[in-house]
């Protein structure tokens, strides 16, 4: 059975990533979905000396789950089991990273996210992602 990594951000581009996800898995008779969502980490001394640890935490998987919650509704509303996971982290390598750590055999993700960068045609995630991977990725527009 092949495994899937769909990386979302609860942007559009993830959600169509998620439906052409959803369409692989019906192609293959079967698929292993994960859902990743990747928050970076906030980097300021001063949130840092303000904030704790597990305050910090409880922000970065409140705002990982309102990412997921997209992505879950559609693989949810198709009968297809998931795994799902919030992560912390630099957004590309953290990809990579659990791509490999799963042994994923492909990802599917969105060619623009959330990010503040706007007009790009390929996202620098997405661009930085398939730099990092030596394994097959699809981009949704």
Do not use: W
Request: net charge negative.
């Amino acid at each position: 059975m092949r495994t899937i990594l769909i990386p979302v951000d609860g942007s559009e581009s993830s959600t169509r990533a998620v439906k052409a996800a959803i369409n692989a898995t019906n192609e293959f008779g079967g698929a292993t979905l994960h859902l990743l969502t990747v928050h970076p980490p906030i980097v300021s001394g001063n949130v840092k000396r303000f904030f704790s640890p597990e305050a910090l935490n409880d922000y970065y998987q409140d705002e990982g789950r309102n990412a997921l919650l997209p992505a879950k509704a559609l693989l949810d509303e198709a009968g297809l089991p998931y795994t799902e996971e919030v992560a912390v982290g630099h957004v590309a390598p953290t990809i990579a990273e659990y791509a490999k750590k799963k042994e994923c055999d492909f990802i599917i993700m969105g060619t623009r996210g959330l990010g503040s960068v706007a007009g790009f045609v390929v996202g620098s995630v997405a661009t930085k992602v398939l730099s990092l991977v030596d394994i097959p990725v699809t981009l949704i527009k």
